[in-house]
């Protein structure tokens, strides 16, 4: 039967756009085949806040930050902290892609437009020793665009491969099966969704008006993850994380469904680490959603309180930005499924950030005059007041009794008792006025001023939270926030899928999300972030080169 193609993507979020471009590039033509329609082209990217992990470059060496590539391999191998036979290729892939971040990736990018916010974040701090978890300087580059700005030199390019015939987008394709010829993958078929114009993000109907099937040399799986799906994240929730989550909620939209990645396994893949996950617990529920159960993440600087549901502080380290799935595990240990932040005006205007594009107008919208507007004025950005006043889970009060008060009766269970917290947040207050304390959040706070990118934008001067001046007080009520999967089908460094009789399945490729951003898992247990965007360009560019060379 004829080929309609030399190579099929599934999938055209970034690793999908990526993949297809490379291919193109070499003058190949490639179909991608998505789910949705052609307004959520881009996938989650165009959500994402488009942090990048990058190693050494000109943007943290003009903010005096002394990184290399032995600094971020010590740390990526002390977050992941691979320890199985499967972790061959994950780690394989961790080299080659802090290799790519502290080399290429930049400049790869910058020929395309792409530009990054001069002030560099600190992502996952840690907290333990050199050789465990955590960034030991900051390296979380934000897009100068957010989420929009790192898709769009893929789907620019993507568009002008498309008006010379070597790209074809096939939207709301479902791909339903892989089709094999003896043993060899060479096409995908599924159903025809009817075209609904719902906007980018938003649920569309699933109603089948046809089917399709397509043939090519090799498909490339770019199908992304299993966070919009909360029963597959239930099922594969690790019991080192306690019992999974009564409540969650989204922070990806439904189509990262996840249902790609039991087709793939169907026609043979080797799926790994199906336990390792990437979820966070500062999640706020949107309160004007675009998916369902829409949740925000908020990105923490160091100095709110953080206490669980019985009103007791996070042990050290777990402070905000230093340990995402250490806070988990605890929190998890707890019984309850929520924790809280407090903090005063003060730090909310300075420490906030709210992950995602449509939360950051002036970054997306790569406007200096409102970004700028961040450092003077007197409250926090819109988006962040505007769910201070109006989202289900926050609470502004002047004094501490009301506000527990309030807590508890948002909390529905009065789990909080006011001298419990009272004695702890006067008690750290108190070791707020010397620089040398014993309290390590109070530690951590001088320490993230003592570095420049952090006093200007990040880090609230430190201050007593029991301060009128600094009032009023706020409470947050932080849920469980589903996003990232880790583990996904295992590939070689030219992303070709192994069988699970160990050998390559032959014309099977995945990238992104699906591959566990490389190899199966490359961030291991845990990531540095900014790393998600990084595995989707990485892996994406490997299988469309790799495929591309190897289609006649
Ligand atoms: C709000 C938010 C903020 C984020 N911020 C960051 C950040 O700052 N830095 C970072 O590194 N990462 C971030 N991420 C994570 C990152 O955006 C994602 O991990 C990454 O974009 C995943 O890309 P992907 O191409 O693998 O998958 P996706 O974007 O999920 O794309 C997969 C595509 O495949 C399609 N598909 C699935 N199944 C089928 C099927 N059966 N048939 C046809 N099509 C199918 C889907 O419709 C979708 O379009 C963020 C994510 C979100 C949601």
Redesign the pocket.
Known sequence: MAEDADVIV???????LVAATEIADTGKRVIV????GEQ?LG???F???????LVDSPEQRRLGIKDSFDLALQDWMGSAGFDRDEDLWPRRWAEAYVAFAAGEKRGWLRAMGHRSFPVVGWAERGGYDAMGHGNSVPRFHVTWGT?PGIVEPFERRAREAQKSGRLTFKFR????ALTTTGGAVDGVS?AILAPDPVERGQNSSRKIIGDFAVRAQAVIV????IGGNHDLVRKNWPKRLGDAPKNMIS??PE???G??IG?TEAAGARLINRDRMWHYVEGIQNWSPIWPRHGIRILPGPSSMWFDASGKRLPSPLFPGSDTLGQLHYIMSTGYDYSWFVLTQSIIKKEFAL??SEQNPDLTGKSWLMTARRATNKGAPAPVEAFKSKGADFIVRDKLEDLVGAMNALAGDNLLQLDHLKAQIEARDREIENPYVKDTQVMNIHNARRYIGDRLIRTARPHRILDPAHGPLIAVKLNILT??TLGGFETDLDSRVFGQDGKIVPGLYA????AGFGGGGMHGYRSL??????G?LFSGRNAGRAAAKAAG
Request: aromatic letters at 8%; hydrophobic letters at 35%; one cysteine or more.
């Open positions: 599934v999938g055209g979020g970034l690793a999908g085949v998505d789910q949705e959520s996938g989650q990217a959500w994402s806040f488009g942090g990048l992990f989420g394709h479902r791909v339903d599924g770019a199908s992304g993850g922070g990806v189509h990262v469904d249902r790609m087709i992950s995602g996003r990232k990238a992104g999300e699906a972030e900014g790393t998600f965007l990084g989707c």
